[in-house]
């Protein structure tokens, strides 16, 4: 069974910093990109960045240079570094394989927060 566990979000101040940390079971981590997606009031999910088996990644425009996606194979675990956190950064941050379907299984996600 495909296991997704997301924490680290917070509630952070305008500029401020948070680091999400991704669990995934071994076997989806081992064949699989991953991505972290965020889904706002009212918007739909959406990607934010990916990260390959072999390290490539990719961001979307609006988080280029201020997220860094990492992943530790060793501890079957996907980072997301955010800094310089925006208002507009405030939504649920979940990971999946990329790309995923809306039909695929989801975790919880984790809430992230950012104040004006």
């Known amino acids: 069974q495909v296991q997704l566990v997301e924490s680290g979000g917070g509630l952070v101040q305008a500029g401020g910093s948070l680091r999400l940390s991704c669990a995934v079971s071994?076997?989806?981590?081992?064949?699989?990109?991953i991505g972290w997606y965020r889904q706002a009031p009212g918007k739909q999910r959406g990607l934010v960045a990916a990260?390959?088996?072999?390290?490539?990644?990719m961001y979307v425009d609006s988080v280029k240079g201020r997220f860094t996606i990492s992943r530790d194979n060793a501890r079957n675990t996907v980072y997301l570094q955010m800094n310089s956190l925006k208002p507009e950064d405030t939504a649920v941050y979940y990971c999946?394989?990329?790309?995923?379907?809306?039909?695929?299984?989801w975790g919880q996600g984790t809430q992230v927060t950012v104040s004006s």
């Open positions: 999946n394989k990329h790309p995923a379907l809306k039909t695929d299984y």
């Open positions: 071994s076997s989806f981590f081992s064949i699989n990109a």
């Open positions: 990260i390959t088996r072999a390290g490539t990644t």
